[in-house]
C-alpha cells in the first residue's frame, strides 16, 4: 500500500487560529481525503509550535507560566480544526516530551557530524521573525519587510549549523529529484536562494529560557529551526526507542507557505542530510490568503476569524470556498461578497439545485425510488472526463482545479437535464432513463467533492438512496459509470444551501 505522510506547517500560538492557518489546514484535510479515497495509507499531521522569545514575552505580558499560556493557546487550534472537520491522525504540539527527545537527537547528530559550531553572531535582528537579516533583505529605514517594524542591533555567543557547506549536496539533490517542489516557479525560487549562496544559521541563543536546551551544552537553548522544523520527524517516533512509525512514514510530504521556502527548501534538506536522514519527498508551496491586500496579522488588523464564518456560511460552504477561490501557489484575497458569491453560484445553484431538481422528478414521477442509469449515457463520458480532470487536480495539489472538474459534471448534468425535462414528461421509462442517469452522475460527484465537503457529500450520499460511508468509496472503481443500483429510495430533504 502507497503511504503517505502529509503535513501542515506547525502554527505558532501567539496567534489565535485564523483564516490564513484555516486555509493552509483545509487544503491538507482535501489532500488527506482524496489519497484515502485512492486507497492510500494516509497520515496526516498538523499542530503547534510552542517555544521560543515570543511565547515567552506573551505569557509574561499575560502574568503566566508560558507552559499555561501555550496550554491555553494549542487547545484552540485542536477545536478549531474539530469544527472544521479537518481529519488530522496526528496533532504534535513542540513542548511535547516526543518532540523534545527527538529535536535533542537531531542536533546531537548534527554536531557530531561536525555540521554545528560555536561563534559569535552580530546582526540586524527582527524580534517579530526571530530570524537575523541582511540590509538588503530589509526595507528602508531597517525595517523588516514582513512585520514593517524596526530590526534590532544583536550580538552573542550562538552555536551555528554550517548550511553554507552544503550549496552543492542541495543542488546535487534536488538535481536528482526534479519535480519535488511545486509549482514550479517557486522551485526556482529555493533553487535560486542556493545558488545566491548559503549563511550559517544560528541554532541557539543563551538568552531563551523557553525551548529545548542543547544536549551536549545546556546553558543553549535551541532556536527556532531546529526546534520547529523537527516536528516533521519527531512526530512519527524520531528520537525514540522504537523506529517503527518513522521508517513507515518518513519522508513527508510538506504544504508551506511561501515566506518560509528558506526553511523548508534550504535549511531544513541539510539539516536532515547532515544528520542522515533522507530529506522530503516534496513540497507544495501556496501564497497567502490575504485580507484587504495584506497579510493577516494582529498589527494590520484584518484578522479574519475562520469560526465566525462557518456560523454563517456553514462548514462546507466555507471548506469549499477556500478550495475553490485561489489557485494553489498564487495569493488569493478573501472577500467576503466573494465567500457568498461562490456558495450562491456553485453551491447553491448548481449542486444544491441538482439535488434539490432530481429528489423532486424522482418522487413525483418515479414513485420516490431511483431508477438505475443505462450504460451508454451521455453523461459517462463527461464523468470519466470529470473524473481524470479532479483526480489530476488533487495530485499536482491544484485544488481549484479539481473543483472545476467536478463541478463541471454537476453543470453537464443541470444541462442534461435541462435539455430533456423530464418534469413536463410523463412517467414512464423516458422519464426513468434521464433520472437514473442523473442519479449515477450524482453518485459520482458526491464521491468526487467529498475531499473538500465531506459532510455535504455523505447528506446527497444518503438522500439517493445509498448506505454506508462515502469514505469507504475507493478510487478510480468508485467513480466508474455504472455503480448507482436503482431501486432505491430518494429523499427530498431540505435544500443543501439556502441561497444567501
Ligand atoms: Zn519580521
Known sequence: MTTYYLTTPIYYVTAKPHLGHAYTTIIGDALARWHRLLGDDVHFLTGTDEHGQKVQDYADAAGKSAQDFVDEIAPLYEQAWQRLNISNDDFIRTTETRHKLGVAELLQRCYDAGDIELDVYKGKYCVACEEYYTDDELDPGDLCKIHKRPVEYYEEENYFFRLSRFEQRLLDWYAAHPGVIIPEFRANEALGLIRGGLRDFSVSRTSLKWGIPLPWDAKHVAYVWFDALANYITAIGFGSDDTTEFDKWWPA?????????????????????????????????????????EKMSKTSGNVVNPLD???????????????????????????????????????????????????????KKCGGIGPAPRADSPLATAAATAYEATAEGWVTVQPSRALDATWQLIRATNAYLESNEPWKAEPGPAVDTVMGDALEALRIVAILASPAVPATSQIVWERIGLSGDINDQRLPVAAQWGGYPGGLSVTKGEPLFPRR
Not at 534538506?269 to 491586500?293: F, K, Q, R, Y
Open 253 to 293: 510530504r510538506h504544504l508551506i507557505g511561501k515566506d518560509i521556502i528558506r526553511h523548508h527548501c534550504v535549511y531544513w534538506p541539510a539539516m536532515l542530510i547532515s544528520a542522515g536522514i533522507e530529506p522530503p519527498a516534496g513540497w507544495a508551496v501556496g501564497g497567502w490568503l490575504l485580507s484587504g491586500g
Open 309 to 363: 464564518l462557518i456560523d454563517d456560511i456553514g462548514v462546507d460552504g466555507f471548506r469549499y470556498y477556500v478550495l475553490a477561490e485561489t489557485t494553489y501557489g498564487q495569493d488569493g484575497d478573501f472577500t467576503y461578497e466573494g465567500l457568498i458569491g461562490r456558495y450562491n453560484s456553485d453551491l447553491a445553484n448548481n449542486l444544491g439545485n441538482l439535488l434539490s431538481r432530481v429528489a423532486t422528478v424522482v418522487d
